[in-house]
Antibody, heavy 118, light 107 residues
């Protein structure tokens, strides 16, 4: 079955960096685009970024553009999110999610919590 | 950016009742509208894609309709496990956007 397992979250000071990972299994990772979606405490879902199945295209939310970078390693079935210049408003649970037809997400990980605080 | 507005923000109903949730887009999204369910402490779960197609394993009491700017998620007869938050999402254009959610709670 499809499994997505995020890791790398934690507490970090404003301005610092963090790298999230998502280990995928149960499907052919290299055939699917992948997303990061976040959810601030008590708030709704916010899309963060997407990467095409082969890494050829990437899109970002305006709120993270220029600070976050999505990438993938298809040889290791792993998705990444490099987060630089972190702000308090980046505090959230970050979900890794599998893309379907570039229009929706069909599977979600359980999320990893990122807290940006001094 | 396409803005999705969900209504109502909160819907209080009893088990067995019919639930009707609305999602309105700021411009046409054709049929590229998806619905998710999220329970406390859990990741979202795909319910409906392309406005009206149920995802695998989703009970028949869930149905979606609409096209363009106005969409509806209907739960025909509420079960206790259906009380959750529901989000709509579009990807007619980038960025992909979500509605703010409708909380369905027990009356």
């Amino acid at each position: 079955q499809v499994q997505l397992v995020e890791s790398g979250g934690g507490v970090v000071q404003p301005g610092r960096s963090l790298r999230l990972s998502c280990a995928a299994s149960g499907f052919t990772f290299s055939n699917h685009g992948m997303h990061w979606v976040r959810q601030a405490p008590g708030k709704g879902l916010e899309w963060v970024a997407v990467i095409w199945y082969d890494g050829s295209n990437k899109y970002y939310a305006d709120s993270v553009k220029g600070r976050f970078t999505i990438s993938r390693d298809n040889s290791k079935n792993t998705l990444f999110l490099q987060m630089n210049s972190l702000r308090a408003e980046d505090t959230a649970v970050y979900y890794c999610a599998r893309d379907r037809s570039s229009t929706y997400v069909d599977y979600w990980g359980q999320g990893t919590r990122v807290t940006v605080s001094s | 950016e396409i803005v999705l507005t969900q209504s109502p923000a909160t819907l209080s109903l009893s088990p067995g009742e019919r639930a009707t949730l609305s999602c309105r887009a700021s411009q046409s999204v054709s049929s590229y509208l998806t619905w998710y369910q999220q329970k406390p402490g859990q990741a979202p779960r795909l319910l409906i894609y392309d406005a009206s197609n149920r995802a695998p394993g989703i009970p028949a009491r869930f149905s979606g309709s609409g096209y363009g700017t106005d969409f509806t998620l209907t739960i025909s007869s509420l079960e206790p496990e259906d009380f959750a938050v529901y989000y709509c999402q579009q990807r007619s254009n980038w960025p992909l956007t979500f509605g703010q959610g409708t909380k369905l709670d027990i009356k």
